[in-house]
């Protein structure tokens, strides 16, 4: 039973991610980017609210698992990164680097977040 939350989240995640991945292309993706900063930042959310027993594991697993895990996106960063770099490498690197900090402080608010709701 738990597959089907999986599977409803990472759909709906999905359909998310592919509505606002066109957001603002310019010469990088803002929308890779925006996706993947506020899906840390909810997963955060997640993961204090699962740990502190304020949400039980079928809903972790479709808001977590399932939704995040649909919304955000490693593979397309990757596949960005690697473009930018053919192209402009102080951007990709950039990109990279905003990316991986701004996603991990995104995180850390959200697991603050979490605790507190």
């Given at each position: 039973m738990n597959i089907l939350f999986v599977a409803a989240?990472?759909?709906?995640?999905?359909v998310f991610?592919?509505?606002?991945s066109g957001w603002n292309e310019s010469f990088f993706s803002f929308g890779t980017l925006f996706i993947n900063i506020i899906g840390s930042f909810v997963l955060g959310m997640i993961t204090?609210?699962?740990?502190?027993?304020?949400?039980?594991k079928k809903d972790s697993l479709f808001y977590?698992?399932?939704l995040c895990g649909g919304f955000t996106t490693m593979s397309t960063f990757s596949k960005e990164a690697v473009e930018l770099?053919?192209?402009n490498l102080l951007l990709s690197v950039s990109y990279?680097?905003?990316t991986v900090v701004v996603g991990i402080l995104a995180s850390l608010v959200?697991?603050?977040v979490g605790r507190r709701a």
């Open positions: 989240g990472g759909a709906i995640g999905a991610r592919y509505l606002l204090a609210r699962f740990m502190s027993k304020k949400m039980n977590g698992t399932g770099w053919q192209t990279v680097i905003i959200g697991l603050k």
